[in-house]
């Protein structure tokens, strides 16, 4: 609000490139990146387990928390077979650490800032700023909002003096809750694609469910009898 009371309309083509930046990155990592990953190693179709994980993928959307989608991530894997010795594991892991989106949302902050301010990026400079904002995004929490924090950490990297960190930071806070929803989007698929394929390429797929019961780890606890031919 304070941003549109201050520059009024002028706004809106900067805030929309930014959006559309941000955006197609995304959806390059979650319809191209990872489609690519599931053909590479597992050799299948990658969009039919793409619709098959519509549900967290669109829980992740509107909540925009990695936290929060985990239960429907867990009833997910259950119904794509993953051994729920494999999916306890790595989905809380990568709800915790894997943050794609945020690695495509800082980027197009810093080359902002460093347009707006004349600030020269050299190789080492780039390369630094590469290194930071990955190990930063290890630290975003999964909730919502929680990668502006970061933005400010990778933003005094550049030397940057605090006004300009506080102005960059503010026009964040403008469009965030729209980039948020496709970053936590794509953090999500992230987890449960690199999961799907562990499964796949370690043999933790369980397909039986008098199997799975066994091992205590049928998420509605039932069995299948006509699946077991009982």
């Known amino acids: 609000v304070v941003n549109f009371g201050t520059y009024g309309a002028a706004l809106f083509g ?4 930014i959006v559309l930046c941000v955006v197609i990155g995304v959806l390059s990592m979650m319809f191209v990146v990872y489609p690519l990953m599931m053909f590479l190693f597992c050799r299948e179709n990658p969009y039919k387990v793409l619709l098959r994980l519509r549900e967290p993928m669109l829980t992740a959307f509107v909540t925009r928390s990695s936290a929060a989608t985990l239960p429907v991530s867990f009833r997910t894997m259950d119904r794509l077979h993953v051994d729920r010795k494999l999916s306890s594991f790595s989905l809380p892991m990568g ?3 894997n943050m794609d989106g945020v690695c495509v949302h800082l980027p197009v902050f810093v080359i902002l800032a460093a347009n707006m301010y004349g600030h020269q990026l050299g190789l080492l400079q780039l390369g630094t700023l590469c290194l930071s ?5 290890v630290g975003a929490g999964g909730i919502p909002g929680g990668s502006v924090f970061l933005l400010l950490m990778v933003l005094e990297n550049m030397g940057l003096p605090t006004e300009q960190v506080t102005m960059i930071v503010a026009l964040c806070l403008g469009i965030n809750p729209i980039l948020d929803m496709f970053e936590t ?21 369980m397909y039986g469910a008098l199997e799975r019961m066994k091992a205590g780890i049928l998420a509605d606890g039932k069995v299948d009898f006509a699946e077991t031919g009982k």
């Open 185 to 205: 989007c794509c953090n999500v698929t992230g987890d449960n694609v690199c999961t799907y394929i562990v499964a796949k390429k370690s043999g933790l797929m």
């Open 14 to 17: 900067p805030y929309a490139r």
């Open 95 to 97: 709800a915790t650490v």
């Open 133 to 137: 904002i990955i190990f930063a995004s």
